[in-house]
């Protein structure tokens, strides 16, 4: 899945949490969900820090500094 999509779906399932009354029932009901939407956030996250380590070490390994040879 693209990274904007899974940005956009991330969002989207936040907002229709937060609009969940917060009443007894619903919010043992619907607790599973909200963890969902935590997982995903912290998912998405990492996943960000990883490309940006991934593109840094694929400049690194690309890059033609004759030091890197030795």
Avoid at 3 to 25: A, D
């Amino acid at each position: 899945m693209p990274k904007l999509e899974l940005e956009e779906l991330t969002t989207e399932i936040e907002s229709t949490v937060k609009e969940i009354p917060q009443t007894q029932g619903f919010t043992h009901a619907f607790a599973p969900l909200r963890l969902l939407v935590v997982w995903m956030k912290t998912a998405s996250s990492d996943l960000k820090q990883l490309r940006k380590e991934l593109r840094e070490l694929r400049e690194y390994l690309q890059s033609d500094d004759e030091n890197l040879v030795k």
